[in-house]
């Protein structure tokens, strides 16, 4: 069965620090990947998404991830964290193909001012 | 990019009762879907509600205990049905857009039974 790791569930940085929370799937086949972002309170909302192209996808507030195919990740960074990022982030793929999402288990991230 | 809501957006039930979720969108979509995440757990897909057909339901839910309505384009609901404490969970539901490109997240019903 098709499944996602991530493998920091809780990070804490400091404002300006660097950011990169991994993501790793099992599926072997062609995959759409994407990044969720729940902040306190809020809906989860789409960071970035790839689907075909250039492996590196930029996405809203200064996200960006890094498909590599060979090793099934999709790591998503930040060069410089705000405290606003606080929130938690779900990496979730699907087959190409298939409407079905599988999330992974989520990273609370705490980024202290 | 749609918009979502849910009633209620929370509610504390006793045992053995049932609760219907409502989903409301603010445009027709074909594609909508009912997610459950229970506490320290990640989003799961309970089923998929297509207008005008019986919702598919994913390995480990089953319709009489998560009976789902799709009376039209813009509206659904799931019910929790015969509830126990392991129900106690929030439950999402999303829409597809258009290009079946990104699945929009409702708000949420955070539920728990005592």
């Known amino acids: 069965a098709q499944s996602v790791s991530q493998h920091n569930h809780h990070v804490i940085l400091s404002e300006a620090a660097s950011l990169e929370l991994g993501c790793n799937y099992s599926?072997?086949?062609?995959?759409?990947l994407f990044w969720y972002v729940q902040y306190p309170g809020q809906h989860l909302q789409l960071l970035l998404k790839?689907?075909?192209?250039?492996?590196l996808v930029k996405g809203i507030k200064g996200f960006e991830a890094e498909f590599i195919k060979s090793k099934f990740s999709f790591n998503l960074r930040k060069p410089s964290v705000q405290w606003s990022d606080t929130a938690e982030y779900f990496c979730?793929?699907?087959?190409?193909?298939?409407?079905?999402?599988?999330f992974g288990t989520g990273t609370r991230l705490l980024v202290s001012p | 990019s749609a918009v979502i809501s849910q009633k209620p957006s929370r509610d504390i039930c006793q045992r053995g009762t049932s609760l219907t979720i409502q989903c409301q969108v603010d445009?027709?979509?074909?594609?909508m879907f009912w997610y459950r995440q229970q506490p320290g757990q990640s989003l799961t897909l309970i089923a998929t509600?297509?207008?005008?057909?019986?919702?598919?339901?994913e390995s480990g839910f089953v319709i009489d205990k998560f009976p789902i309505s799709r009376p039209n384009l813009t509206f659904s609901t799931l019910t929790v049905s015969n509830m126990s404490p392991e129900d106690s969970s929030i439950y999402l539901c999303?829409?597809?857009?258009?290009?079946?490109?990104?699945?929009?997240f409702g708000p949420g019903t955070r539920l728990t039974v005592l």
């Open positions: 979730a793929v699907t087959r190409t193909g298939f409407q079905k999402l599988v």
């Open positions: 509600a297509n207008q005008g057909s019986e919702a598919t339901y």
């Open positions: 790839y689907f075909s192209g250039d492996p």
């Open positions: 999303s829409v597809e857009d258009q290009g079946g490109h990104e699945q929009f």
């Open positions: 599926y072997g086949g062609t995959v759409n």
């Open positions: 445009s027709q979509v074909t594609m």
